[in-house]
C-alpha cells in the first residue's frame, strides 16, 4: 500500500508545480492605482519651484520629509516648493511621499548647493589718473557689488560673464580719497579699500 500512495503523491505535486508555473501573468500582477507620470524637482541655489505630475485612481496626498521643502496638492499636480536659499556647498535632498489609496510613490527633490569662486578682493591705490580693473568669479547665485563713494562704479561685463568691472574716476581736487567696495553672494561676502591720491597734492587743513 506504501508503494502506491507515494507515486500518486508525487505526481500530484508535479502537477501543481506545473499549474503554478503556466499561471497567466496578469492574474499574478494587481495594476498599480498611483503612477508618477513627470517630476521636475532640481531647485537651484537660491529657491525656486517644481511640479510632480500623477496619474491615480483615489485622491492623492504628498508629504515632504523636510521643511525647507514644502509641497501642495491639486487634483494630481503636486507644487514643489523651496522658498529658501541653500547656504552651504553641499546639495540638499528632501523625499516627497505621494500616497493614492494603498499605493506610495516616492520623488526625491534636489536643491544645488553653493557654488563660488574668486572676488579675491586686496586693498589698492591709485593715482590721481584713476583705472579700470577686473575680477574674475564664478559663482550659479545672484552676485552683488556696492561702493560706498559715486567715484567708485561697480558692474558686470555685458559681454564676459563672470567678470566684475571697476572703475576708479579721475581725481581733480584736494586730498587723498578713499572708497569702500563691497560684494554678497549667498553666504559668501569680501570687501576692500581703494585709496587715490589727489591731483594738487595735500595741503595742510583740507579735507
Not at 496619474?55 to 491639486?74: I, K
Not at 574668486?118 to 586693498?123: I, K
Not at 574674475?136 to 567678470?163: I, K, L, R
Not at 571697476?166 to 586730498?175: A, I, M, Q, R
Request: with cysteine.
Amino acid at each position: 500500500m506504501k508503494k502506491i500512495v507515494k507515486p500518486v503523491f508525487l505526481v500530484l505535486s508535479l502537477l501543481g508545480l506545473l499549474a503554478a508555473c503556466n499561471k497567466p501573468e496578469q492574474e499574478t500582477t494587481a495594476k498599480k492605482a498611483l503612477k508618477v507620470l513627470s517630476s521636475e524637482v532640481i531647485i537651484g541655489v537660491e529657491g525656486g519651484e517644481g511640479s510632480i505630475l500623477v496619474e491615480a485612481d483615489d485622491a492623492v496626498t504628498a508629504t515632504s520629509e523636510r521643511s525647507w521643502c514644502q509641497v501642495t496638492v491639486d487634483g494630481k499636480s503636486i507644487k514643489v516648493s523651496v522658498p529658501e536659499p541653500n547656504k552651504s556647498r553641499m546639495s540638499r535632498y528632501s523625499r516627497i511621499i505621494i500616497k493614492a489609496g494603498s499605493d506610495e510613490s516616492h520623488v526625491t527633490v534636489q536643491q544645488y548647493g553653493e557654488v563660488f569662486k574668486g572676488l579675491d578682493m586686496e586693498d589698492v591705490s591709485f593715482g590721481p589718473e584713476g583705472a579700470t580693473f577686473r575680477y574674475a568669479y564664478m559663482a550659479n547665485m545672484h552676485v552683488q557689488v556696492t561702493s560706498d563713494q559715486p567715484w567708485v562704479h561697480c558692474e558686470m561685463d555685458e559681454e564676459n560673464e563672470g567678470v566684475l568691472v571697476v572703475t576708479v574716476d579721475k581725481h581733480e581736487g584736494f586730498g587723498t580719497r578713499f572708497a569702500n567696495v563691497s560684494f554678497t553672494a549667498g553666504s559668501n561676502s569680501g570687501s576692500m579699500k581703494i585709496t587715490q591720491e589727489p591731483t594738487y597734492g595735500a595741503v595742510s587743513g583740507w579735507t
